[in-house]
């Protein structure tokens, strides 16, 4: 059967461009409907008497400006539905505070334009496979934080399921996969060089402590990664440093500094300073406390908890004017010291 696509051979216009422009008024009033299949790229090619890769070129750009999709052995299909919300699928790992900050950087930088839904994985590899088992060609792009253990069979897993998102949808945030090539989009960070970085920018208050305690508890995914690069720091710089797994209250010292990787408002932060009170240590000057992740109520804790942190606004900005720009890459997040009362 004959479609409803004309082109114009007399025409200086590009047949490509042609092609855009007539699908698209076909999609717009209504000739086409949601879910109809365009025809085929040989069909098309052979009824208008052009090359197939003239039609391919045409179905990509529709494809890109979200007119069209595509099902592997079924051929190009409408997507459009009106003037849609673009549908994103934000799956995240867990939803802490400083996660909490970037999603509403995301999302107000996205405005009317996007409809977001949100799951978390809480680092469970068969909970993410089963989300994009089920979401797969139903939204228009996904944005993922893939933080699972760093075990070779659980990062294959995570890698072969991200492969099956096609790399104009998909935007990484908080981690770079090396292993996970292609055009996607990231906004990550670099957990050795970037705690390495942070430390330096406070380079001149830690000279001031006689040594930095690490206290490193079970649970960070990142911790080998964040290890290295605190040790090169302090072998750079000539710091007295040790890593602890507990707090260990006789280990407390005055004029000594700690740094708490994973302290949130956690249980070692809070033991920390209930062991530095009760020895009469004042925080800020005669020891020192830094966490890690910027929260709102840094702001408040301790009046004013120094930390050191990526900024998840901008991760959450950055992500959401890639979609909306249409222009994918990949961008390493700014990662600072925020100097408080604390240290």
């Known amino acids: 059967m004959k479609s409803k696509i004309e082109i114009d051979v007399n025409s200086k216009e590009p047949i490509y461009k042609q092609l855009v422009k007539n699908i698209q008024y076909l999609i717009e009033n209504g000739i086409y409907k ?29 494809r890109e400006k979200m007119f069209l999709e595509s099902t592997q052995g079924k051929g190009y299909y409408i997507s459009f539905v009106g003037n849609h919300k673009m549908r994103i699928l934000l799956i995240l790992d867990r ?41 797969l060609d139903h939204f228009d792009y996904y944005v993922i934080t893939s933080h699972f253990p760093l075990v070779p069979d659980i990062q294959k897993r995570a890698l072969n ?20 090539s292609g055009n996607f989009g990231a906004v990550y960070q670099d957990y050795q060089q970037d705690i390495y970085n942070g430390l330096h920018q406070g380079l001149t208050v830690l000279k001031k402590y006689q040594k930095l305690n690490v206290i490193s ?47 949130q408002l956690d249980s070692e932060l809070i033991e920390l300073v209930e062991a530095a009170k009760s020895r009469g240590y004042s925080i800020g000057s005669e020891i020192g406390i830094i966490s890690y992740n910027e929260s ?25 004017q890639m979609i909306l720009g249409k222009s994918f890459s990949k961008i390493k997040c700014d990662f600072r010291l925020v100097r408080r009362n604390s240290f």
């Open 34 to 62: 949601k879910g109809d299949y365009v025809p085929s790229l040989n069909d098309l090619s052979f009824e208008l008497h052009i090359s197939k890769e003239t039609v391919k070129k045409a179905y990509s750009i529709l």
């Open 95 to 135: 939803l802490g505070s400083y996660k909490q900050a970037m999603y509403n950087a995301f999302s107000d930088t996205l405005g009317v334009y996007a409809e977001i839904t949100i799951r978390l994985h809480n680092q469970d590899i068969s909970t993410f496979e089963d989300f994009l088992e089920d979401s």
């Open 161 to 180: 399921t991200l492969k099956r998102i096609p790399n104009r949808k998909l935007i990484l945030l908080d981690t770079l996969l090396p292993k996970l």
């Open 217 to 263: 508890m079970s649970g960070s995914l990142y911790a080998p990664y964040l290890h290295t690069g605190i040790k090169k720091f302090c072998a750079d710089y000539d710091i007295t440093y040790e890593i602890h797994n507990e707090v260990n209250p006789s280990k407390i010292n005055k004029n000594e500094a700690f740094l708490i990787l994973n302290g």
């Open 296 to 320: 709102p109520i840094n702001e408040i804790i301790l009046n004013g908890l120094t930390v050191l942190s990526t900024d998840f606004e901008q991760m959450g900005k950055l992500a959401a």
